[in-house]
């Protein structure tokens, strides 16, 4: 189950009647971790979550309560008197206060038989009917582990603004405390040793090549990117490819003018479409299933904030970039750009192949219900083969074998063209765009045609011939 999207709750306690307790001043209390999972100890012993007094001021929680996000169970805090948390101060809440019994924990009240899920669940603490706080966690996306708590990252100064609804807030402890073999981990009563959260990037406003920058990734992963007046030049793939006009490129070859866009399909977008986008820039593997990894950069534009607006239909598409027997080059000394993987520069942008040449038969994943799938192609009539010795750049005094940089996929379906397995040898003519999918650039055409050969055998896997050099390690 996934995160609730709950916005979080926080509110001040001051000059208030705390009931069972005494008048308490400004303050804000805080949920800061949380162990629902211990393994030194029971469950029924070792449960317990910190909280920590973001004012100056004490405050008296006698007679709050303690529930669920719905209402039961709850458990009402009674000390038999006040039970004030002093300014800047932590506490620990307990199912068990008894340290020689609950692993080493020194906790300021015992809850007794109100307990934590080890899978999802949540803490709301209440006075009276004001909700003071609430944390709902769930073992996915939040950070999970058997024996560690989980705890809210922040500098001591920042946890009364830092959102503790938020996953990505959250680390698992690494320090070791109290008593068993193994101990358990967390800093229970003190500060969290969860990493300084990075502060957001800036938002960017500006042109695709801009947001692409001349890297291997974009130097604006994270950040809240806004474009306006490109041209949408391919629709499928669960988006869209965008692309500079021809007449606003920066005609530098090392930063790509084209981008794909995370899309929900609501507004409608069609190819020739003239469109702003606003969305949350992204660069490397959003996918579970790592042979799947999608490394080109996108704007995510399904996020809050993200939105696509169609200014204009028709427009003329940009140029295609002509992929030939010099692009992309067979030889790694000598490149059209300075990226050691030639097309990352093209990534997103409309090419052409004008006569391009299949040398293996489709190729299929072992999971996949296709008979077919990508080919390994090349741009021109040469056929690749593996050359003797160790890949580019080699080894002093050894044969060094070229890598075959100018070996690319056809994926004819990727984009809604019928999927066809041409046989090797097979010449044809492609035009769409530029992609990276399986560790390697992809053709995704929008319009493809066999010129020559044997035709279309579906169905059929003639094997591998040669592939690329696969990356190691990053593109």
Known sequence: MGWTGRVASRVGVGCVLVFGG?????GQIVITEIMYDPSAVNDTAGEWFEIYNTSGIAVDINGWTIEEADGSPSHTINNGGPLSIGGNTYAVLARDDD???????????????????????SIVLKNGMTVVDTVEYDENPFPVAVGASIALAGAEGDLATVDNNASANWCLSTTEFGTGSPKDKGTPGAANDCPMPEPPPDPVTGEIFDIQGSGLDS????????????????????????????????????????????????????????????????????????????????IDATVAGGSVTVDASNQPLPAPVELNASLP????????????FELECYEGMRVRVASGTVFSG?????????????????????????EPGIEYPGLPGLPVWDGNPEVFRLDPDKLGLTNV????GTTFSATGVLAWEFFGNELWPRSNAPASGTGQGVGRDHGRIVEPAEPRGER
């Open 421 to 424: 397995s041409w046989d090797p």
């Open 329 to 340: 080059s067979p030889n790694p000394r000598s490149l059209s750009c300075t990226s050691r």
């Open 362 to 386: 489709s190729q299929r994943d072992r999971d996949d219900t296709e008979p077919v799938g990508e080919m390994y192609v090349t741009a021109s009539s040469s056929r690749p083969f593996r």
């Open 22 to 26: 005494t008048a308490g001043g400004f």
């Open 219 to 298: 130097p604006h992963i994270g950040a809240t990117a806004t474009t306006n007046d490109n041209i949408v030049t391919a629709v499928g793939g669960g988006g869209f490819f965008i692309q500079t006009p021809s007449s606003r490129s920066d005609d530098n070859v090392n930063t790509s003018d084209g981008i794909f866009v995370v899309h929900s399909g609501s507004p409608t977008v069609a190819v020739g479409d003239q469109v702003d986008v606003v969305g949350t820039v992204l660069d490397g593997s959003g996918a579970s299933d790592q042979r799947r990894t999608w490394f080109f950069s996108r």
């Open 99 to 121: 340290s020689t019994m609950n692993g080493g924990v020194t906790a300021v009240y015992e809850y007794g038989s109100w307990a934590l899920s080890n899978s999802q669940d």
